[in-house]
């Protein structure tokens, strides 16, 4: 277990849906990021967010959207997905940013598009 | 473009023997280097940092990084079975660990042998 905690787990969704990915940490951590795992690849960054506010976007397709409502809460939105969006999504947060802070990972949610 | 390189292996190495992983970097701005241990079907579990040229020792890790080289490495003393899993490289930027995000390597897969 994780004290950033992704929900939920797993989640299999249709091309058509929208469903949303929830990211919670309460270390006091002031950076959240979004991270995409392939199979037997290493995570890849999509969204980094400082201080609520979105400072990197890794040329991500408009159908994931980030939201940070607050500095413990990340959302990943998702909507019209394609089946090469399979993976594993990864939450990880930082202390602070513009510092030399270690990431700490949530334990994933594994998404599966029919 | 940011590149972290690492043998993807598999490394075999006997139980209570010394296992040796090593990553090289492309980006000679960066400043923050992680490893962190991924156990199949799990997400990535922080081992170690380092910021400055030299070792740093945790109980049996230890992280050796040689800037001048371009290189950094994860020293893991008396293997044991559980320590195997597959070992990402991560580096991030100029402005530390925090806002850039990190850029993995492709992972070690490491084998201890009982």
């Known amino acids: 277990d994780t004290e950033v905690t992704q929900t939920p787990k797993h989640l299999v969704m249709g091309m058509t849906n929208k469903k949303s990915l929830k990211c919670e940490q309460h270390?006091?951590?002031?950076?959240m990021y979004w991270y995409k795992q392939k199979a037997k690849k290493p995570p890849e960054l999509m969204f980094v967010?400082?201080?609520?506010?979105?400072?990197i976007n890794e040329s991500v397709p408009s159908r994931f959207s980030p939201e940070c409502p607050n500095s413990s809460l990340l959302n990943l939105h998702l909507h019209a997905l394609q089946p090469e969006d399979s993976a594993l999504y990864l939450c990880?947060?930082?202390?602070?940013?513009?510092?030399?802070?270690?990431?700490?990972f949530g334990d994933g949610t594994r998404l599966s598009i029919l | 473009q940011k590149e972290v390189e690492q043998n993807s292996g598999p490394l075999s190495v006997p139980e209570g023997a010394i296992a040796s992983l090593n990553c090289t970097y492309s980006?000679?701005?960066?400043?923050?280097f992680f490893w962190y241990r991924q156990y199949s079907g799990k997400s990535p579990e922080l081992i170690m940092f380092?910021?400055?040229?030299g070792d740093k020792e945790d109980g049996r890790f230890t992280a050796q990084l040689n800037k001048a080289s371009q290189y950094v490495s994860l020293l893991i003393r008396d293997s044991q079975p559980s320590d195997s899993a597959t070992y990402l490289c991560?580096?991030?930027?100029?402005?530390?660990?925090?806002?850039?995000?990190?850029?993995f390597g492709k992972g070690t897969h490491l084998i201890i042998q009982p």
């Open positions: 990880a947060s930082s202390l602070l940013t513009g510092t030399n802070q270690p990431q700490h």
């Open positions: 967010y400082s201080y609520e506010k979105l400072s």
């Open positions: 270390m006091g951590h002031r950076a």
């Open positions: 980006d000679r701005g960066s400043q923050s």
């Open positions: 380092i910021y400055s040229n």
């Open positions: 991560a580096v991030s930027g100029e402005s530390g660990g925090g806002a850039d995000g990190l850029t």
